[in-house]
T-cell receptor, first 112, second 114 residues
Framework: DSGVTQTPKHLITATGQRVTLRCSPRSGDLSVYWYQQSLDQGLQFLIQYYNGEERAKGNILERFSAQQFPDLHSELNLSSLELGDSALYFC???????????FGQGTRLTVV | AQSVTQPDIHITVSEGASLELRCNYSYGATPYLFWYVQSPGQGLQLLLKYFSGDTLVQGIKGFEAEFKRSQSSFNLRKPSVHWSDAAEYFCAVGHNNAGNMLTFGGGTRLMVKP
């Protein structure tokens, strides 16, 4: 158990809908990262928050957004969903800089 | 731009045999390097990491990796593979100037023959 908790574990939704994925980082970790794992794109970094502020942005679509709350949990919002958004979404947390990231079990999103 | 290449998409080894998974990276500065393992339906578990110092690093489950700057490589090794090692392995480079975001390789799926 990495100490990073993601909910829900599985999500099935229709195209055009909006979903929210939730992540609780390890106790004491200030940084939260979101990654997407898909068959065609592999594991890709989406976005990082540090203590409530956006720190780095990767290949995140404009339809996607994230935030980190004062209690340090984070949410990833995916809107206007398309079939191609079906993927495993991972959250990770760390105490930066120069330390490893610990990953949650992921949320498997299926868009039908 | 930074990148990580894992040349072997699939590898099959016999139980008890030695294992080496290859990883090459492209990064402008001194990299932070990681190996993660993903079992089916599971998240990513850190096997080992290299930040600085001794270029041979030991990890969990009997794995080790060697950082070779001249070859831009960080290959993962295990002297004797167990059936439970069957999983997908990912090499990653961390961007220490950008708060540790990771760039991952495409992964190597390891199958273990009895």
């Amino acid at each position: 158990d990495s100490g990073v908790t993601q909910t829900p574990k599985h999500l099935i939704t229709a195209t055009g809908q909006r979903v929210t994925l939730r992540c609780s980082p390890r106790s004491g970790d200030l940084s939260v990262y979101w990654y997407q794992q898909s068959l065609d794109q592999g594991l890709q970094f989406l976005i990082q928050y540090y203590n409530g502020e956006e720190r780095a942005k990767g290949n995140i679509l404009e339809r996607f957004s994230a935030q980190q709350f004062p209690d340090l949990h984070s949410e990833l919002n995916l809107s206007s969903l398309e079939l191609g958004d079906s993927a495993l979404y991972f959250c990770a947390s760390s105490v930066p800089p120069g330390t490893e990231a610990f990953f949650g079990q992921g949320t498997r999103l299926t868009v039908v | 731009a930074q990148s990580v290449t894992q040349p072997d998409i699939h590898i099959t080894v016999s139980e008890g045999a030695s294992l080496e998974l290859r990883c090459n990276y492209s990064y402008g500065a001194t990299p932070y390097l990681f190996w993660y393992v993903q079992s089916p339906g599971q998240g990513l578990q850190l096997l080992l990491k290299y930040f600085s110092g001794d270029t041979l690093v030991q990890g969990i489950k009997g794995f080790e990796a060697e950082f070779k700057r001249s070859q831009s490589s960080f290959n993962l090794r295990k002297p004797s593979v167990h059936w439970s090692d069957a999983a997908e392995y990912f090499c990653a480079v961390g961007h220490n100037n950008a708060g540790n975001m990771l760039t991952f390789g495409g992964g190597t799926r390891l199958m273990v023959k009895p």
